[in-house]
């Protein structure tokens, strides 16, 4: 058989592909199936939240962080209750990582604030010693892309239904909605009230001067998107 | 009828061999670099503050990866491809018009994708996906050179004379097959701004969420790194040894085993990249025994060129090009031994996270792909330019150079990676963390200075490598005929 294979290309190539494709086929195909459900209380990112993702998938930060807390007592200790599955369902993409050449961030949302982040975007070694993390200035000059943030979260809700505007169960029994404008002005404006509640919070003169003007610096998209990490 | 040898047309495999050298520099300047930046963060703003926001670790860090497999990796399996294709077929791409013009369309769009790459990734398009970051226009430039490679690939086994096809081809076919249906499934985006008609047009969102998107990713990542840094590598020592050694290849049967067994296995594996995460179980686990299965084909195939040497083995005294060769096949077995012992779930606890992976990375990657990648260039260049290899000596200060840089590489990191596995877990007799992270951090600065030390001496190596290919290009007066098994080289 294989000798006559070897002297039919065509038909080789397709025994290679078969042979390929099934794993594909019985691992990949089936969990389409299933989609990603969320859990009860997890809620879509807001317009000012998302483009602080941009800004963390800019920098890469994945290359160093994960978000992913595996189900072991030292990591629970460490990070807080381990990952379930569909805490991800509104990542797109995934950002768990590979590498913890710094700690995991599933949570950190719950355990640092807006000000310690930005002391330790601007100098890591400072606030914590030791720190090899590069220091992140240019986040506090930059401004964040938040028309790419609305964009993306309107895409999500028009093709894969994400629940803006919606109400969205949470676990004490209440419901709760994530606002997302129709316009690109409307996000503009929902994203800048937003900020503005970040920038309150910080104390670099620059970050405080641009949302003044109406402008969202990078450093304040990514704080949102990190104290929303819970 | 005139009987006499085919001439074969390499111009396509000699422009790849350029683009292997400069990504190889590239990728592997940016590696040290990296390796610098990690032992000390200075160097993420030794160039001003202008550029820092440019080469930050996070920046950097894909440029390296991407450089290494879709620049030099990539450039020297086409390079292989448009010389070792020609020569088992029997035919030569001058005797198609058509043919040479997808060939050369082939390189030029390859070199601009890449180029667009690194300049788009410098610049922070990112979709973050490991080993599949670039944005959707870029994915399309892709899918084009690689649809040219399959209409060259296609087009030469079509008008091929040698009706059977030699083991080499097969898994050149496989690797076109298995990277265009993991690449394409991967990188299914919904371009934001023909949406919701705004925002950067550059910029699309995954149609897998959260966990499905893990799945995907993994299943594309451990296959494209296997389609791409495995497969074409074994088809081309199933040819290069051969060839250099004069001997003929072991075991046809323990071939054909070790390559139906690799295609079927190998896409399962993937799974163990995912262990102790939110997949189900029964995909872990499946991902966890599959890749301790693929021992078996890997090792068929390293061991079939082991054997191949039978009663040769003072050619590995003699000449470098050999040693490169079973030093590469060594490599092979080692990480492929080394990989399914992550891959078991109670190891992965451990192992996942660490460092020790990217050892892991590096040993197959500068050990066995750097190494038969080389090889093959140094196969290739005395019958491509028709001039004797430069200097022998120069391959030999090179081999002891990059294998003392590859032993320091992966040694530290394994040591590093352990270290902080056991540092992560560890608990005081009351039950409480040991350690808080940034002591993990801590002890991994002198590991961290003995890796970027090995980058050094494996980039110094790849400079002489340059070196030594550009003045064979130039400084050699040239054969009349091609010399048929080994290479030919001043001492």
């Not at chain 1, 590979?98 to 640092?112: A, C, F, H, I, K």
């Amino acid at each position: 058989m294989f000798h006559w294979l070897e002297k039919r290309p065509f038909f080789f190539g397709v025994g290679i592909f078969v042979v390929i494709a099934f794993a594909g086929l019985v691992m990949i195909i089936p969990h389409f199936v299933q989609q990603s459900r969320p859990l009860i209380g997890t809620k879509p990112y807001t317009t000012l939240e998302l483009t602080g993702r941009h800004v963390y998938m800019k920098n890469g930060c994945n290359t160093c962080h994960s978000q992913l807390v595996r189900p072991f007592k030292h990591e629970t200790d460490r990070y807080g209750a381990y990952s379930l599955s569909g805490e991800y369902a509104y990542d797109r993409p995934f950002l768990w990582g590979s590498e913890r050449t710094g700690p995991d961030l599933m949570r950190v949302g719950n355990y640092r604030t807006t000000d310690w982040h930005e002391n330790h975007m601007m100098d890591p070694a400072g606030v914590v010693p030791g720190s090899i993390m590069p220091k992140y200035p240019w986040l506090f000059t930059n401004t964040a892309d938040v028309d790419t943030g609305w964009a993306e979260a309107e895409t999500v809700r028009l093709i894969f239904n994400t629940p803006y505007n919606k109400d969205i169960p949470m676990k004490d029994g209440s419901v709760s909605q994530v606002k997302l404008s129709e316009t690109v002005e409307g996000g503009r404006a929902d994203a800048l009230i937003e900020a503005k509640l970040v920038a309150q919070q910080m104390k670099n003169q620059d970050v405080k001067d641009m949302v003044a003007a109406g402008k969202v610096p990078e450093i304040v998209a990514l704080i949102a998107y990190l104290n929303s990490l819970k | 009828m005139e009987n006499r040898p085919l001439e074969y047309d390499y111009t396509v495999a000699k422009m790849f061999m350029m683009s292997t050298l400069i990504f190889g520099f590239i990728g592997m300047l940016l590696g040290v670099l990296l390796a610098l930046q990690l032992a000390w963060p200075e160097f993420n703003y030794f160039l001003g503050d202008t550029v820092a926001e440019y080469i930050s670790f996070g920046r950097l860090r894909p440029i390296h990866t991407s450089g290494v497999i879709f620049g030099f990796t990539l450039s020297g399996i086409f390079a292989g491809w448009y010389y070792i294709g020609q020569r088992v077929l029997k035919v030569s791409m001058a005797e198609s018009k058509l043919l040479m013009f997808v060939g050369k369309t082939h390189f030029w769009l390859y070199f601009i994708a890449m180029f667009l790459a690194v300049v788009s990734l410098f610049s922070g398009y990112n979709q973050t996906n490991e080993y599949s970051e670039l944005e959707w226009p870029l994915d399309i430039l892709v899918v084009l050179f690689w649809v040219l490679w399959g209409v060259s690939i296609g087009g030469l086994v079509g008008i091929r004379r040698e009706k059977a096809l030699y083991v080499s081809i097969w898994y050149f076919m496989a690797t076109f097959l298995a990277v265009a249906m993991l690449f394409i499934m991967n990188n299914i985006v919904i371009p934001t701004y023909f949406v919701s008609g705004a925002g950067d047009i550059m910029h699309g969102v995954s149609v897998y969420s959260g966990t499905s998107g893990a799945m995907v990713q993994w299943w594309f990542g451990h296959n494209a790194v296997g389609f791409l840094l495995t497969v074409p590598l074994v088809g081309m020592i199933y040819y290069f040894l051969p060839k250099e050694s004069g001997q003929a290849i072991y075991s046809y049967k323990l071939s054909l085993l070790s390559f139906w067994s690799l295609m079927f296995v190998y896409v399962w594996a993937g799974g163990h990249h995912l262990i102790y995460s939110t997949v189900p179980d029964w995909m872990q686990t499946m991902g966890s025994i599959f890749s301790v299965i693929l021992i078996l084909p890997s090792w068929g195939s390293a061991i079939n060129m082991l054997l191949t040497m039978k009663g040769e083995w003072q050619q590995v005294t003699e000449s470098p090009i050999i040693k490169f060769m079973i030093l590469s096949s060594t490599f092979y077995m080692f990480a492929t031994i080394e990989g399914p012992i992550q891959a078991i779930k109670s190891v992965n606890a451990i192992a996942h996270f660490t460092n020790w992976i990217v050892g892991h990375v590096h040993d197959g990657a500068l050990g066995w792909v750097g190494f038969i990648i080389m090889a093959s260039l140094y196969h290739m260049a005395p019958r491509i330019f028709k001039r004797e290899i430069y200097s022998k000596a120069l391959m030999n200060t090179q081999f002891w150079l990059q294998t003392l840089g590859v032993i320091l590489y992966f040694t530290s990191m394994w040591i590093a990676g352990i270290t902080q596995g056991m540092m992560w877990r560890a608990v005081d007799e009351f039950g409480n963390l040991a350690y808080s992270f940034i002591d993990s951090v801590d002890a991994l600065h002198v590991y961290y200075i003995i890796r970027a030390v090995g980058g050094i001496l494996y980039l110094a190596g790849f400079i002489i490598f340059i070196y030594n290919i550009i003045k064979t290009m130039s400084a050699r007066p040239i054969e009349e005929r091609e010399l048929q098994n080994a290479t030919p080289m001043a001492a």
